[in-house]
């Protein structure tokens, strides 16, 4: 039996329990398309299909050629908070986006976090890690505040300036 594919939203669709970009859809020319499958996967508690984070890898550098830095517009705000918000499901996606080096262009400064260890004893997980796994867990604390994208967004960057030159609270 042939299942339909679902369409979650324009060029995204979930086909076999796996988030797809579709056949047509450009993330050159759309880069929120990364952000859009990321926060689909996440929302469904799935993953993002291979071929399609192939795809998304493979358009960062097109991608960046045209546009510069990631198109931060108030609706790619909103679906990168959404992300975070999904909580723990989203630390696969993002793990797999940044395997594939996507994240960092999404976010340029995880490069200097990424594998980072810790130099505290206090804490298990290197610093991206951490970073990931404290906004997913401050998704489960949103009914406390009037802004739940900042108290994701807020966390999840919390620790970026981690391993430059400084106090990484001040920088």
């Not at 723990?88 to 594998?115: N, T």
Request: hydrophobic fraction near 45%.
């Amino acid at each position: 039996r042939v299942k339909r594919d679902r369409p979650l939203r324009t060029g995204v669709i979930l086909r076999e329990g796996a988030v797809h970009l579709a056949l047509d859809a450009d993330p050159v020319d759309r880069p929120a398309l990364t952000l859009e499958a990321a926060a689909e996967a996440a929302t469904l508690g799935t993953r993002i299909d291979r071929s399609s984070l192939d795809r998304l890898a493979l358009s960062v550098e097109p991608a960046r050629q045209r546009h510069g830095t990631f198109p931060w517009d108030a609706e790619s705000r909103s679906t990168f908070a959404r992300l975070l918000l999904a909580g723990e499901p989203a630390i696969e996606v993002i793990e797999a986006l940044d395997r594939k080096g996507v994240w960092v262009w999404l976010l340029p400064e995880w490069e200097g976090v990424r594998c980072r260890p810790q130099r505290n004893a206090y804490h298990t997980y290197t610093v991206d890690r951490h970073l990931c796994v404290a906004a997913t867990n401050a998704a489960g604390l949103v009914s406390m505040v009037d802004r739940p994208d900042l108290l994701v967004l807020g966390t999840l960057l919390h620790d970026i300036a981690k391993g430059q030159p400084g106090d990484h609270t001040v920088v």
